[in-house]
């Protein structure tokens, strides 16, 4: 299995034969709704839209989930399968092969890939986004995906898992609270799951920031302290921390 981090949320992920781009952000600015005003995010380093994509994976139907210029822009005809949100914009760009997936659902490649949606982060009363287990079924490695550290109890019927990527650090805002559930909850996913490797996303490597939302994000935490906290509770998970668009062996 290699992974490759694309920054922010996005992915490059590799197992079972497959080349599959996980949330991918990487044209353009990053704004909700336009509104550089509130949020802009940039890279600082252009890189090349990676090549021979097999499969795209969507866990929600947000901007920093489902960039719509980056997706305006990747090949139509790859298959896609995302939460219904994410399904149902792909679908309006002209994708032809789209699959939307319900918590609790499979999608699969036969004798290759394993793809199970999960109970992830909450984006409305009432509305819950994906999370995703894959497994390969080639040499039994596996993969959790919930990049704003919702972790439902229902994931604990999957353990063990080899390597779950999640936030490490808190992103609280004033009067709101916690939007992104970095250390307790990490901790909480090594327990139930029993992974080999924790890994970082939802952080920024290598971009540079703007709006209103930057000023008032107050981040908790750091990998050094979750470490910390994962010796004290007797965890013996790693925490792999790879560099922007470094292809990394994992498994």
Known sequence: MYLTW???NSWLIEMAGKRILLDPWLVGSLMFGNAAWFFKA????PHQIPENIDLILLSQGLEDHAH????????????VVGSPSAAK????????????????????IPDLLEIQAVIGAP???????????LRDLVDGTSVYYEPH???????????PIDVVITPTVDLKLPLIGTVIKGQQS?????????PKFIIPTAAGGDLSYSGL?????????????LRSLFTENNISTQILEPQPWERTKVL
């Open 6 to 8: 694309l920054d922010s």
């Open 42 to 45: 940039d890279r600082r380093t």
């Open 68 to 79: 719509p210029p980056t997706l305006k822009q990747l090949n139509h005809a790859i298959p």
């Open 89 to 108: 914009l792909v679908n309006s760009l002209g994708y032809t092969e789209v699959t939307a997936l319900a918590h609790g659902e499979v999608f699969r």
């Open 123 to 133: 984006t409305g009363p009432n509305n819950f986004e994906n999370g995703y287990i």
């Open 149 to 159: 550290g919702y972790h439902s109890s229902a994931i604990r019927e999957f353990a």
């Open 186 to 194: 990490a901790i909480q996913a090594a327990q139930w799951l029993q």
């Open 213 to 225: 939302l930057v000023n008032i994000l107050k981040t908790e935490g750091s990998t050094d302290t």
